[in-house]
């Protein structure tokens, strides 16, 4: 089964900037649609961002215009460029395949916290 491997979270004052990663335990991320996830503590999990195999991208209205999502097929990789991170932006984030029938079992994730 293909293993879904999240990096790059990390603790950012508010107002700066992180890039997280998503790359594939094999080369599948270039011919499917990926979605960045968040879950916050006592929270769902909520869908941030999507990618289409094709570069469409939609974005959760509280993260549009902050976060760009990007893919390098030729790297086997989807990223999530966040800037002008808030408090709220805290959480773990996850990606997975699109739509829902594809989607593979969690990673562990990339923490994310951002102080005030």
């Known amino acids: 089964q293909v293993q879904l491997v999240e990096s790059g979270g990390g603790l950012v004052q508010a107002g700066g900037s992180l890039r997280l990663s998503c790359a594939a335990s094999?080369?599948?991320?270039?011919?499917?649609?990926i979605g960045w996830y968040r879950q916050a503590p006592g929270k769902q999990r909520e869908m941030v961002a999507t990618i289409s195999s094709g570069g469409s991208t939609n974005y959760a209205d509280s993260v549009k215009g902050r976060f760009t999502i990007s893919r390098d097929n030729a790297k086997n990789t989807v990223y999530l460029q966040m800037n002008s991170l808030k408090p709220e932006d805290t959480a773990v984030y996850y990606c997975?395949?699109?739509?829902?029938?594809?989607?593979?079992?969690w990673g562990q994730g990339t923490q994310v916290t951002v102080s005030s």
């Open positions: 997975n395949f699109l739509p829902d029938w594809k989607a593979v079992g």
């Open positions: 094999r080369r599948f991320l270039s011919f499917n649609d």
